[in-house]
């Protein structure tokens, strides 16, 4: 028997070796293998097995790695697509179906003594007083850990050994499996009772699966529209509708797939999926995988799901390649966040792989949001996806007030533009009288976001990005936000000719808004919530307690605070500018605004109180703005479409975005004219195809780095994947340029 195997080095190659007749039985498609390659040994997974092999001389498999084979069959024809479709080469998207941390040899469960008190026979003997205390202990706990017996009693091992030697306790070596959570009390919970909307989009889900159930192989005319797009405002309870149909999986015996984003991979979040499966007849572990896992962790959670004892993943991106066997359901929460999206090769797009996985193993998956992407919801149009909506919240919480402030009019009124409008100065006040929250949301950290000279208009700027310094006051220093470049302020204009003392800084970050507020309400207790000062892993979970617990009155955040937070006592929502977002280089400047607009205002009136929200701006008639503050999601979709489909934009077309990067600016301006040529040349056959470009990137240097952009957009980009593959392959770069393939962006910088 030979096996083919796929290694880890990127040499878009798989060789064949031969199983020794030890190893025979042990290997199979999937297995991580050791095997020789020149004069070295590389790790690698088995990608075929077979009788025999076109080469002759094979040189044989040296071990396996792990018991189980690491990558069923079914993952393993994912990263085939993955590495087709997104343009990359096979063994990288290999390599990020599996964990580091389960791919590495050492890889292992960690083993722990354990000692157990014995049932004891005879008459018990009379012990020294050290004996006699650690007993006692282990009577009362019947077994402990030995580092924490040790710990307790304060003792040494070979005290407890003693005991050993007398027949009274055991010390053995026993997994011990590292919990994440093991921290958290969770108590179980029961399904609610849903309401009319809710039970119609789970009746829907839950007879797909039914289908799906009855088939034995996947028919090519329904797997096309097994995928769901639940519509439903924030707080219209989707994440109950996620729950029960999880259920429902777990009775017809499969497993479940939850993605969520990054960002919401809050405990809170964690615990609802934990609570309603930890006991009951559909009991099962929830696994969870993340980021912040140490390897370890990542290693238990990993094989939990592989043994089958974990049947529900809950997890962020690469959570989509969990091994769940056999899979029934997919879900993916807030479809709509770009960070789905891998920003290194491979470059996936994590919904669209579950879309593409749900197919390839016959599993319902359900997207869901409040502000659906315009590629969801324009599959829904075209009859692609089956559409859920849930218009309302649940309890007939009204969804808040959202009043747009026109801020051009609030700057004429005073000198400069206000942070504050008076109408939210006022709002804010109202909520510290009635002692409700307010959370205050702008998009930019630091204080200012640029330092100015007013006399001779330098602007300081990073010296590796083309993008200017943000100040950062309580530390004092002027910093980057793309390559962290930092450095002292000036006290005087740098310009030799200049040296104007009267330098102005401009632009706000949070940390201005939060010493704003304090001139302006010094009794309320502020809280800013940011990168900066979210440093440590415990920080986020300690604030967000505070908040809970009413120990904040005004929350003051980035991004962080726009997402998934749900606390009933806060009424107002302040948004400082609103269209900061607006006037980006990018067609998707408009949809994020929106969707960035929506998301914070559900944050406000999740209580009994009405919720209101001030959205301040300097265009206020921006249909962005406008149709988030009717909670129209449908109107903002119709006039954005026609603008895509004009421009033959996404999801009228589909993007691939060639990126060359290089500290010679020249010399990659020089590379992309030529790769155009190259391309314009060799894609004649694709009719639709728009080449734009080269253009500098809208971040033209980042880290030091030159950056050139071609646009390709066509409808057939599984055509145009396989095209530019060739291509790819047969032109070398200068040795200074790189070229980085991008198969549907989602951001253009
Ligand atoms: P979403 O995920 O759409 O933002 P959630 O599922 O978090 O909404 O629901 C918001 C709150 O409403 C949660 O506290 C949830 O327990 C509760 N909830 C959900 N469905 C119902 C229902 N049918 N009846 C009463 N409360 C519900
Ligand atoms: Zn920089």
Redesign the pocket.
Known sequence: MIARVSLEIALRKEFDYSIPANLAGQIDVGSRVQVPFGPRKILGVVTAVAEESGHANLKPILKVIGAQTLVTPKVLKLARWIGEYYCCAPEIALKSVLPEAVRKEDARWRERLFVRALPSVGEFPKLPKRQQEIWNLLEERRELPLAELLELTKTTAATVRKLEDRGLVSITSEVSERDPYARETILPTQN????PA?AVALEKINAAMDQRHDEVEPAPTTAATSTFLLH?????????VYLQALAHALEQGKGAIVLVPEISLTPQTVERFKARFSSGKLQTLVAVLHSHLSAGERHDEWHKIRQGRARIVIGARSAIFAPVEPLGLIIVDEEHEHTYKQEEAPRYHARDVAIMRGQMENAVVVLGS?TPSMESFYNCKRGKFTLLE?PER??DQKMPQVRVVDMRQAMYKEKGPPLFSPQLKEAITQRLERGEQTILFLNRRGYSTSLLCPKCGYVANCPNCSVSLTYHRIEQKLSCHICGHNERVPLVCPEPKCKNPAIRFAGTGTQKVEEVLAKLFPKARVKRMDADTMKRKDDYRHVLGDFRTGKIDILVGTQMIAKGL?FPNVTLVGIIYADSALHQPDFRAGERTFQLLTQVSGRAGRGDVEGEVFVQAFTPFHPAIQYARRHDFVGFYEQEIEFREQLKYPPASRVALLTLKGRNEEKVKFSADHLKRELEKKLKSLKDLIIAGPAPAPLLRAENFYRYQIMLRTRAMSALSRELAQIIQSLTQPEDVTLAVDIDPVSLS
């Open positions: 609610i009772v849903l309401n809710q439903g405002v924030t707080g219209s309870g989707k994440t109950e409040a849930m649940v309890d749900h």
